[in-house]
């Protein structure tokens, strides 16, 4: 059966950013200007396996008659009628406003359910608006940032009971289950689909160069100055038989360094490349590895959950290539553990040198980065992980007890560990599981995430 969530709250609030980040497509257009949406828009979004209708609407006016306003609120009203339930969308750093408090006194009065989601909440400059909302009488709120996909596994829970209801999840498997492949498939996904891979980096580190040595011809414009490309172009080709899908991206400065509006959209074009993409190339040159603007487009791509390999260009030039490549190394262990044992490669985009290697490397990272473990292999290494080192007593000297783990999808490699008390668990102690499974099942350089929550178990009637 269909399951239908409709996006509700007033202009600019984040409805249509929540609405990309659910579908996983920029299709509606994002602006600060307030009323950018205007129709409806409708998408299939997918949420740790949970899969529903999105509808993004206009932002609430309160407006009557038959202005452009009246029509879209009618058109935002027939939206949440059709709904088997609505998000109430406030913006955590505004805080509550009156029309935030006027439409959901509106909202209260329909049949639909409505949840109530408070975005903008990375960091903390969100946290007093977060509070100020369960004064709408609306329930407890769920904290997200729909830019930086903060609280995707909270918003699932939240649905969860709604998606039952409407029979588009089944009360026993009401946690994602990991998709077992058929008989005959290693699990990885159709090779005959191209694999998208964007070239990102700061300007003028020769990723249009790069790109146009992957391609074998000057499909890229390239030049001296930095900053000539400024739309992300996206050419495909075959390596090795393998569809690729190739997208050379505008460079990335320092935010305090753009002031000209056209680099801003490049900029803003970037970014949603990177969360597009399956395997992020990020472009350093061999003369400033990995600066501080470097670290924070890795960042960036580990944060969205996309495979990341580096690439160091303008490898023939470099003096002393051991000590460049040690300081690297040192670099990446102690500023992104989170993707311990990243794929690096040396090469020159200009001459070719090394671009063999990097393609290698490219599909041994997407590969990982689809690597699903099976469940029952998966408990056994955390039974010695526990029984290795087990965790930290509960106050008052109870056990905490870890029940079962389950990989709830790849892309990327993402589990769910079902324990007593899961907010009480140390975050050093799933670094410690996380660093186990790099480490158990051989996944380095990939992003691993790891939920952590409580409740039975719902497998333990399927795996005895």
Not at 51 to 67: I, R
């Amino acid at each position: 059966m269909s399951f239908t969530v409709a996006i509700v709250g007033r202009p600019n609030v984040g409805k249509s950013t929540l609405f990309n980040r659910l579908v996983g497509k920029r299709l509606a257009i994002v602006h600060d200007l307030p009323g950018v949406t205007r129709d409806r828009r409708e998408g299939r979004a997918s949420l740790l396996g949970m899969d529903f209708q999105v509808v993004d609407t206009a932002g609430f006016e309160d407006d009557g008659g038959d202005s452009v306003e009246a029509r879209m609120r009618r058109q935002t009203d027939m939206a949440v009628s059709e709904a088997d339930v609505a998000l109430l969308l406030i913006d955590a750093r505004a805080g509550v406003t009156p029309l935030d408090r006027h439409f959901a006194d509106h909202l209260r009065r329909l049949p639909t359910p409505v949840i109530l989601v408070a975005n903008k909440c990375e960091g903390k400059a969100g946290a007093p608006g977060l509070y100020e909302s369960y004064g709408l009488g609306m329930g407890e709120p769920v904290p997200v940032s729909a830019e930086h996909g903060e609280g995707m596994y909270e918003l699932f829970e939240a649905l969860r009971d709604h998606a039952i209801k409407a029979g588009a999840l089944t009360a026993d498997g009401d946690d994602p289950e990991p998709e077992e492949p058929a008989e005959g498939e290693d699990g990885e996904p159709d090779p005959t689909r191209p694999l998208t891979m964007a070239i990102v980096g700061r300007p003028n580190v020769g990723k249009s160069t790069l790109g146009n040595q992957l391609l074998g011809q000057d499909r890229l414009l390239t030049g001296p100055e930095a900053g000539l490309t400024r739309d992300a172009i996206a050419v495909e080709w075959e390596h090795r038989g393998r569809r690729v899908k190739l997208v050379d991206t505008a460079g990335l400065r320092k935010k305090a360094q753009i002031y000209d509006a056209i680099e801003k959209l490049s900029v803003g074009n970037t970014i949603e490349t990177i969360r597009m993409s399956e395997v992020v190339v990020l472009v350093m040159d061999a003369a400033a590895i990995l600066d501080k603007q470097d670290l924070t487009i890795a960042r960036l791509v580990v944060e969205e959950g996309r495979a990341l390999v580096i690439a160091i260009n303008k490898w023939d030039v470099v003096d002393d290539p051991q000590t460049a490549l040690k300081r690297l190394k040192d670099r990446l262990e102690t500023s992104l553990p989170q993707a311990k044992g990243v794929a690096t490669v040396t090469l020159s985009a200009l001459t070719g040198r090394g671009i063999e290697r990097l393609m290698d490397a490219v599909l041994d990272t997407w590969t990982l980065w689809n690597r699903r473990i099976p469940t029952a292999q998966l408990n056994r290494w955390l039974e010695d992980m526990i029984e290795r080192h087990p965790p930290p007593a509960l106050p008052g000297g109870r056990r905490y007890k870890i029940r079962y783990m389950t990989q709830a999808k790849a892309r990327p490699p993402t589990f769910v560990l079902f324990a007593t008390r899961p907010e009480q668990l140390p975050e050093s102690y799933s670094r410690y599981l996380v660093n186990g499974l790099r480490e158990a099942f051989e996944m380095p350089g990939v992003p691993i995430r790891l939920y952590v929550r409580g409740g039975k178990n719902p497998y333990a009637e399927k795996d005895g």
